[in-house]
């Protein structure tokens, strides 16, 4: 017999009955009943009852463990009686008396309880992570990441991608975050950066001859923590594809996530191939963002020329001077109270605005302050662009365009969330498609890049000679899935004289693309096939599927929001023999001083 286990705590069934049999495991939870004595057994695979007589010798070994202590159980398996069967557990139909008994480890007093969730705070939860990884949804959660990996790896290879790794040390790079700088010791003064993506590379490797690339990649960014998204690191499916156009990237890459999705849906439904493809225009116009959450049905309208010239003083003074007016319907909400429609201004007041108008619609007519100003063909005409009928209601903002735009959004979430019109159980992509290749920078007052330099612009050369910057697209395209940006992707800029022309228009001279960029210009000016790729954040893909809306949950030993791994201590000082070898000291920031 094995030292420490015959089979696995989640293993036995009725058909092992009267075997003897050895498990190992944590104790997960007692339970006296007088002359016995029950204890469920853990391991990671499942949970077996253990029961032992208060007369057997092993009883007051069993009675004295503490849960979460390691115990080694040798015994014979029993059919349990009907009416003890539990058909909650896999083993639920046997249970093993113990015979010998062996403790491997004691465990101390717990910090936080491991057979049930008491809500413990975060702090507490990532100082103990091992610890908090031993509860079931931890458990099935890291299990669903490690088995959506390897799906994700056999559909890529399917697809006729192979797999191959590129440098984690290596040069900064202007991602739009800020590096992780690692000091050279063998260069003093000189320091390599931690990848933000494997950008750079992934395309090199298709320069190279390299066709298809794909790699589960770490990446690295210091910058602030969201819900979804780590401070740190974080991996993506990074890929990228030689000799196409969008659609084949598209083509390439669907039914890996269409799949994926159904596959671990567990009874929820996929949007169905090929995902929506929406302009990023129409998505800030109907959406307020570009990743739109299109399980929510509620869809923004332009009503500017509606309040033109009217008697609602407010909207038409803005719109006379340039501004817009926003309408978002809300259905089905005539009957509610005041109190309903003072709330959401109220919350409106707390993000930062003067308020949130509205016009509700009853069935006898419309209501509010802002129906009162309007007459009978404005408010006909704000139904019809809306779409609302009686017993709906529309509230509205106002103000500059990306600033109207944006709370506009705000607050179609918010109606969404609080009326229960998003369908929880539903997975529903897009993609977002013909991002602006240039935005202008109002601190700088110039020209700048929108997103990804390396873009393509639509139209190439010509696009860029001829064109206003600012109507210029990009083949730049994201992949959205309930509100959740997945990744950004692109047809790259594989022509040397246009990237040079794209960066002059936004203020950088050949010798800067030289010197930032000198691998990839060079690389480009030896043939380089038109490329393109995208990388599918993996945390984020998890998250969907696990249902949670903290990326920390599917991530096994995360950091916190201060970007801090309380378990290990990170970051830490380290001694003046570790700092002289890299050729560094530290100058405290004064406010640290003062600490």
Known sequence: MHQYRTHTCGALRQSDVDAEVRLSGWVHRKRDHGNLLFVDLRDHYGLTQIVVDTSHEVFPILEGLSNESTVCVTGKVLKRSDETINPNMETGEIEVVAEKVEVLSRSDQLPMPVNKDAGYPEDIRLKNRFLDLRREDMQKNIILRSEVISSVRRRM?????????????????????????VPSRLHPGKFYALPQAPQQFKQLLMMAGFDRYFQIAPCFRDEDARADRSPGEFYQLDFEMSFVTQEDVFDAIEPVLHDLFVEFADGREVSPMPFKRIPYKESMEKYGNDKPDLRNPLIITNVSDVFAGSDFKVFAGLVEKGMVVKAIPAPKVSDRPRSFFDKLNSWAQSEGQAGLGYINFKEEGPAGPIAKNLDEARLEKIKEITGVKDGDAVFFVAGKEKDAADFAGIVRTKLGNDLELIDENKFDFCWIVDFPMFEYDEK??????????????????????????????????????NGIELSSGAIRNHLPEVMYKAFEIAGYGPEVVDERFGGMINALKLGAPPHGGSAPGIDRIVMLLAGTENIREVTAFPMNQMAQDLMMGAPAAVDDHQLEDVHIKIQMPVEALDN
């Open 157 to 181: 290879i399917d697809q006729g991608f192979r797999e191959y790794q590129t440098p984690i040390l290596t040069a900064s790079s202007p991602e739009g975050a800020r590096d992780f700088l």
């Open 444 to 481: 700088l007052g110039k020209v700048d890049f929108s997103h990804n330099p390396f873009s393509m612009p639509q139209g190439g050369m010509d696009a860029l000679e001829n064109q206003d910057p600012l109507t210029i697209n990009a083949y730049q395209y994201d992949i959205v899935c």
